[in-house]
Each structure stands twice: as C-alpha cells, then as structure tokens.
C-alpha cells in the first residue's frame, strides 16, 4: 500500500538516474558520487524539543568547532523552520572506518565546561532536546529496538521491532541526575554502484544512523594522535554534568560502514516509512464513508424534496397554490439583497480563493515529489510565493463580487482584499517573533528576512491583487436569476436548531470528520518535528473535504431558506468554516495529551499559531462552502417561475 502512494517520487529519482546523455534532475535530488576515502561532510542542523517549541543553533551549546565556521545559505522555507545548517569537526571519510577518535581536547587533554555552559547543557537535556546532523543531506536517525511477545508462539519468543526516531538525544536524566551524550558511534550505509572494469568504484550514501552513548571522563584512554580506546562491555559510567560546577569531559565519535542494497533513489524510505501506513487508509476509507453519507442526504433533498418544490411552484393552473406559495421561493424577492458589509465579505472569499488556489497546487506538485523532504524548505519557499502569485485570482474574485454586491469603492475593496487576512498573520507572526527573539532561538526570524517577506507583500501581492481586483470589477457581475424587492420582507421568528452556532457545530462535525485522522499527523509533523511525506493520501483528503463542504454547505442554505430566512450570506460563510471550530478543540486536545509543555512562552508560540492554522482553515472551507451554495441558490431560482 505504502510503495502505491509514493511511486511517482520513486519514478522521477529513478528517471534521474537512468538519464545518461544529459544531466537533467529534479531539483534538489540529484545524487552525489563518492569515491574511496572522499570526505563525507557532517553537517549541524538544530537542536529541537517538543517540550519547548524553540529550535536553537547547533553552537548555541559548547560543542566542539571547526578552525573556520561556515553557515549554508538558506532558502526562505528553512529561515523559517529555524534550520542554521553549519560545518562540524567530524571527518568522516567515505568507506574509511574510525574506532574512536577525541573530536576536540588534543593532546590527551579534556574540554573544561565552565558553570555557565554545564548550567545551560543541563538545561537542555532536562528539556528534552535532540540534535540534529546531516550527511550527504541525509538526516541522522537513532535506532531503537523494541521487543515484544509472540503470542503465537508456544515459547513465546521477543520479537524485535526496529523503529527510528529523528536525530539523536542530547542527554538523559536519571534519579535527579544528569549525564550528557558525548560519544557518538555514526553507522553510514552506502550502495557500490555498477562501474566498468578500468573504472573506480563510485559510493553513495543511503543511510545515516547514530548511536549516542554517555561514557565518563576517567573511563576513556586518550593520546596524543587524538585517538582514543572505548571501554569494554559494561565497565563504564555515563558522564554526569553538574549544573552547579565545572564539568571536565572528551566529544568522541566513532565511524562504521556498512554496504547496503538500498539503492540511492529510494534511499529516503527509511525516514519516510516511521508512521503507519495503513492508519492513513483507514482515514482515507472513513472519509470515503462521510462523504458517501453526505451525499445519499443531499441526493434525497434534491432529488425528493427539490424536484417536488419546483414542481408545485412551477403548476400555472391552480392559482390559489400560487396565491399561498410558502417555503424558500417566498423569499425570491430577497434572497440576492446584498449583505452587510459586503467589503469585508468579498475580501474574506477574495483571500479564501487566494488560499485554496495556493493549497491546491501546493498538495499537488508535493503528490508528483518536486516537494520531497529532500528539498529543505522548499514547500514553506513555495507555498509563501505561490500565495503571492495567487493573489490575482484573489482579488479577481473578490472584485467581482463586491461589484455583485452592489459596491462601489474598488480600490478601498481591493486594499482591503490585500491587507485584512495578511494582515492578521503577520501581525501575529511579529508579536510571537518578538517573544523568540527574547529566547535567543534560531526560530526567530531575522530582521532582514522580515524586511523581504514585507517587501514581497507590497511588492508582489498588493500589486497582483490590484491587477485582479480592477479586471474583477470591470467584468460583467454575476446574473442572478430573480430581481430584488426594494421593501425587504420580515423574517419570522427561527426555531432554536436554526441558530447560528448551532448550525456552526452541526455543519462541522462531518468535514471534520473526514479528515481528522489525517490531522494528526500534520500536527505531528508540525509540533513534534517529524516528517510527512503522503501527500499522496493529503491530496485525496484535500479533495473529500471540498466535496464534503460543498454538500453540507448546500444542505445548510436550504433549511434556512425553508424556513424564510434570507439572509445567509454572511451565515453560509460562517456556518461553513464550522470545521475549522472542531479544528480548534482537536488542537487544544493534542496539547493537553500529546505535547508536554508546561512553559508560558511554549505555549504561546502554540497557541498563537494554531490560531493562524484555524482563522487559515475557516477562511478556506468557508469559501468553499459559500462559493457552493451560492451556485446552489442560483440554480434553484432560475429553476422556478416567478411572476
């Protein structure tokens, strides 16, 4: 099931690897020869924590440095996701196997932590921190062996079952003490490619493990080569870090190769293949079944209900029907009376369309694999710049409805269109910015990149959303079917069911319920720095809550419109982002029983973001909601004869 979803990525690295007249790859996945003993850079990404939410720099702790430090040029998406990926000392060299060499301390001398340095180490193991390294762009995983009883068999046996976890711990507690990793035993899996006789044999990485260890000071024998000898078996004590006094130690690191047949282009399946699978067609079958329930629902109002409602509105021989005509065509004189606030509202659709537009193609191109976790920051880099771009669309839509609704005042519209939901976000972002920038985090965004980000904003957006929102607004508005009276009729007094937060609650608790599964692991991927990589599934989910959406949408607006309220613009918006509620209850349930965050800032930073996530959310389904319901209303009116 899995190799189903993710062939299209296998295909494109494999087309890379058969071309042999032209070197013609997908970005950011072409494959890099080695040669016997070639050095193989080791690479510092972060450290993270689940518990904290604040990713540092690799130097931000005392680890050993290289004679000259050198930070990668970084790309938008990896500014953002706090990496500062940077040189280390490690030498690793391909195919070339290292017992245990002192990584810093020469001359058989340790490294001296000062009270301030073995305070903030402390710091970060007990805060749960890893770390994470790169080789060949390759990130490190730690293995961990679980066992668990065969209970099919008579001697029940252990079976072990191996899973990895993202880069490695930077310590461990135990009984109030606290010890630090400072040995670490890289195993790196290459695949031997096919070469001619009178040709050098080429290698290329497939595999970056770890295995972090704690060994204590007195326990290692060093000399002047800078090599050292590991103790034997159980002989050793983990080296303890005191907060409160100098700590003296050894950085060590060992090298292991192993060859694999794991070939290069599916060398990502390791990473890729740390979830479940078939949790994810479970989600994909439970969708299905929602949306199957939703449509036999829809299918029978219109069907059933519909087809008879027109037919009665429509018999011409029987006039005191006509005269006691009663249900949502009573309203017809009514139902296109614009709203209030009709600015605001077409701006809301207007960047709603803006970010079904960008999510759309987002999920797709990540579904061909152009967007692989491989590329580093390249889905938040185009995400960021396809919402710029899509702000044509946007503002074309938003146009052409306020002008639909009676406006008048396009450019304020399209000001508005621009400014309102950005906006909020980076408002948002700047304020919880400013609490990172206090915490000294690489997840701060530099202040020159919040200069570019701005600059793209009015540089590129607001100019695009001008451009769509004066031909928006130049185009013919939409042709509604029935004319508008200009006394508007009274509304009769609504059943408690026809409320608007009850509607809310009833209209979002089947989108929702077709996606939630999925949800977790995006929360997952988000909040506990894991990778997802089924864009496959996420596209297909991506789809069912369109269509789920739409249908509860329709379904919304014509109870309301039976029970002779017109007024369900504003309504249709709100009651159709009601998923985006259920969203939000389902974030502070992950918090209080998944995370471990105890902290004010940590909690901030979720809480602020999960905010974005929900208002994003809300925005979108709402506009998919409306945008169905409105051609809904169209179709039913122009279906009827009105005198």
Known sequence: MAAAMVWWPRFLLLLCLTCKTSTFYVPGVAPINFHQNDPVEIKAVKLTSSRTQLPYEYYSLPFCQPNKITY????????????RIVNTPFQVLMNSEKKCEVLCGQSGKPVTLTVEQSRLVAE????????????????????????SNNRDSDDKKKEKDVQFEHGYRLGFTDVNKIYLHNHLSFILYYHREDMEEDQEHTYR??????????????????DEKSSCILPEGTNSSPQEIDPTKENQLYFTYSVHWEESDIKWASRWDTYLTMSDVQIHWFSIINSVVVVFFLSGILSMIIIRTLRKDIANYNKEDDIEDTMEESGWKLVHGDVFRPPQYPMILSSLLGSGIQLFCMILIVIFVAMLGML???????????????????GVFGGFSAGRLY???KGHRWKKGAFCTATLYPGVVFGICFVLNCFIWGKHSSGAVPFPTMVALLCMWFGISLPLVYLG???????QPYDN???????????????WYMNRFVGILMAGILPFGAMFIELFFIF???????????????????????VSCSQISIVMVYFQLCAEDYRWWWRNFLVSGGSAFYVLVYAIFYFVNKLDIVEFIPSLLYFGYTALMVLSFWLLTGTIGFYAAYMFVRKIYAAVKID
């Open 205 to 222: 990485v497939v595999r970056f493990e770890v295995i972090p260890q704690s060994i204590r000071l007195e326990d290692l024998k060093t």
């Open 469 to 475: 929102y004066y031909f928006g607004f130049r185009k």
């Open 403 to 405: 002008r639909t609704l």
């Open 124 to 147: 970060r193991i007990t805060e749960d921190y890893y770390v994470h390294l790169i080789a060949d762009n390759l990130p490190v995983a730690t293995r961990l062996e679980l066992y």
């Open 72 to 83: 990668k040029a970084e790309n938008l998406g990896e500014v953002l996701r706090g990496d």
């Open 524 to 546: 997952s991927a988000i909040w506990e720095n894991q990778f997802y990589y089924l864009f496959g599934f996420l596209f297909l989910v991506f789809i069912i809550l369109v």
């Open 481 to 495: 079917p029935v004319r508008t009276n200009q006394i508007p009729r009274q509304i009769p007094e609504q059943r």
């Open 372 to 390: 692989s976790p491989s590329s580093r920051g390249a889905l938040m880099t185009t995400a960021c710049f396809l919402f710029m771009f899509m």
